[in-house]
């Protein structure tokens, strides 16, 4: 009985070490890492989570990479909910094989970004090669839209400084989020809903997915946007939320990197 009582309390002091030792590795890497935390200064490009203001505005966001089966139960959705505002991020292959839908998206007056054209981590790119393929995003998406995209969301949400100073280059602003829905991993509508109503802020950059491989985001979205207007909030496009004057000089975080390295460290 004492080698068990022994054993037992072995065993909750070794997953005590190993958290904390897994929380001090990602605080390191949060350090080392100075490319996924800037600060808006002047001269140096930075990504954007979210936008620092007391008004009640979210922005609801889209990527698409692949799928012919969601995007449009999705778009079917926010005509009935009256949401009028919402920013889609179109990768360019898709969009060019699903003109149609892009004009949808378009005709119920949605905003438009690029999702970049080969959906690869472009930090492994050369500067010449995420130029490339920037490019080819951008010419795409403009032929099929008639207007310019300026807002660029990475594929996989992959950047480093590099791709920061390439995408300043062309005249874009990069978008990320503060909070993931996680809706491709399909873990159930509720779960989506809670993740988003719990975690969402004003100012808030909302990630979710009209691609095939999230199955449940046109259930949960219907509940989502309910919640969230329950909660007095606003959906505005990403444009509208950069409007807000208190995004200049406010310190920006890549919270959701952040807490993946932590739960790849912790083995959570």
């Known amino acids: 009985?004492?080698?068990f009582f022994y054993v037992l309390n072995g065993k909750k002091i070794k997953r005590f070490?190993?958290?904390?030792?897994?929380?001090?590795?990602?605080?390191?890497?949060?350090y080392v890492e100075s490319d996924h935390i800037s600060v808006f200064s002047e001269g140096n490009p930075s990504a954007v989570y979210s936008v620092a203001t007391d008004k009640k505005v979210i922005a609801l966001t889209f990527d698409i990479s692949w799928g012919d089966k969601r995007t449009e139960p999705i778009l079917q959705v926010l005509k009935d909910k009256g949401v009028k505002n919402a920013?889609?991020?179109?990768?360019?292959?898709?969009?060019?094989?699903?003109?149609?839908?892009?004009k949808d998206i378009q005709t119920q007056g949605f905003e438009i970004g690029s999702h970049g054209h080969k959906h690869v981590n472009y930090s492994t790119l050369t500067e010449e090669e995420i130029k490339e393929q920037l490019k080819s995003a951008h010419s795409i998406l403009t032929d099929l839209t008639g207007k310019e995209p300026n807002l660029l969301r990475l594929?996989?949400?992959?950047?480093d400084k590099k791709v920061l100073k390439v995408a300043d280059s062309l005249g874009y602003k990069?978008?990320?989020?503060?909070?993931?829905?996680?809706?491709?991993?399909?873990?159930g509508v509720d779960n989506i809903v809670n993740r988003v109503v719990s975690k969402s802020h004003p100012g808030d950059i909302v990630l979710l997915h009209a691609s095939d491989s999230s199955k449940q985001t046109h259930e949960a979205l219907p509940i989502i946007i309910d919640e969230l207007r329950k909660k007095?909030?606003?959906?505005?496009?990403?444009?509208?939320?950069?409007?807000?004057?208190?995004?200049?000089?406010?310190?920006?975080?890549?919270q959701?990197?952040?807490?993946k390295q932590f739960e790849n460290a912790a083995g959570l």
């Open 1 to 3: 009985m004492n080698n």
């Open 17 to 30: 070490f190993f958290v904390f030792a897994a929380a001090m590795f990602a605080a390191g890497i949060i």
């Open 87 to 102: 920013t889609f991020f179109l990768s360019s292959p898709w969009s060019k094989t699903h003109p149609d839908v892009v």
């Open 155 to 159: 594929p996989n949400g992959d950047f």
């Open 174 to 187: 990069v978008i990320q989020w503060d909070t993931d829905s996680q809706d491709w991993l399909n873990k």
């Open 232 to 254: 007095g909030y606003e959906f505005v496009t990403v444009s509208e939320l950069l409007n807000q004057s208190a995004v200049k000089g406010s310190e920006v975080r890549d």
């Open 256 to 259: 959701a990197w952040i807490q």
